[in-house]
């Protein structure tokens, strides 16, 4: 039987390579290191296992 993995992914291309960087405007966003695509990030991004990076 299969199982629902809990792993955050991109919305786009639902790789799990991501990453929080810091926006000026927005505060934090998740960023997916595949594909580009970043949207802001909510509790549940954050508490993830995720990298984080700083961008200026």
């Not at 786009?12 to 949207?39: A, H, K, Q, T």
């Amino acid at each position: 039987m299969s199982s629902i993995l809990d792993f955050p992914n991109c919305f786009v291309c639902r790789s799990i390579e991501l990453e929080i960087v810091r926006n000026e405007d927005f505060g934090p966003m998740v960023m997916c290191s595949e594909c580009g695509y970043s949207w802001i990030a909510t509790y549940a991004d954050i508490a993830q296992p995720v990298f984080n990076t700083i961008a200026s």
